[in-house]
Nanobody, 123 residues
Framework: QVQLVESGGGSVQAGGSLRLSCVAS????????MGWFRQAPGKEREGLGV????????AYVDSVKGRFTISEDKTKNTVYLQMNSLTPEDTAIYYC????????????????WGQGTQVTVSS
């Protein structure tokens, strides 16, 4: 089993930054691939990017490349999502998710999810 707990959400003005955290626990092989997703009101869930924790390699969807950065701190079992240049369109609930490492991509099926953290960006 894997448990994921997100934090760091909040309200910020357009142009601002936030860093979300995701603390992971449980069987490590089931969380070698960590992903960040978001869901805005009335919209489908959107994948943002992933990190392959054994080597730290990251991949992002085009819509957030250059603005969002995923990183990890292995000593804290924590994965981060640094978000810069936020716009109101980034308002959503943000989730981290985990899966084993055979495929590490936002389009893969993730079996473990956190509870989500709300990010609100005002203009």
């Amino acid at each position: 089993q894997v448990q994921l707990v997100e934090s760091g959400g909040g309200s910020v003005q357009a142009g601002g930054s936030l860093r979300l955290s995701c603390v992971a626990s449980g069987y490590s092989a089931s969380r070698e691939c960590m992903g960040w997703f978001r869901q805005a009101p009335g919209k489908e869930r959107e994948g943002l990017g992933v990190i392959f924790t054994p080597n730290g390699k990251t991949a992002y969807v085009d819509s957030v490349k250059g603005r969002f950065t995923i990183s990890e701190d292995k000593t804290k079992n924590t994965v981060y999502l640094q978000m810069n240049s936020l716009t109101p369109e980034d308002t959503a609930i943000y989730y981290c998710a985990a899966r084993g490492a055979n495929v590490c991509a936002t389009g893969a099926q993730f079996g473990y999810w956190g509870q989500g953290t709300q990010v609100t960006v005002s203009s």
